[in-house]
């Protein structure tokens, strides 16, 4: 078990990952999914969730969070 207090509250975390949401979306609207990628072109490009888990196992999401996608290097 972790000894790690975190200093901050859940409310605080869940507004922080709001935060950064509502900061973060207008950046969807940039770019342009990668043609030569066929897993990429079925992709929302507008799409975009933030998922965080805590030392205790404790998660915490916002935007959509719970949609699959794919990971390219």
Known sequence: MSSFQN???Q?????ALFE?????TPFC???ELASYIPALLK???RSLG???CDTR???????????????QS
């Open 7 to 9: 200093p901050y509250s």
């Open 11 to 15: 409310d605080e975390v869940q507004a």
């Open 20 to 24: 950064a949401h509502k900061t973060a």
């Open 29 to 31: 609207k940039q770019g």
């Open 43 to 45: 992709a929302n490009p």
């Open 50 to 52: 933030i998922a965080l």
């Open 57 to 71: 196992g404790k998660t915490m999401s916002v935007g959509e969070a719970e949609t699959g996608f794919t990971i």
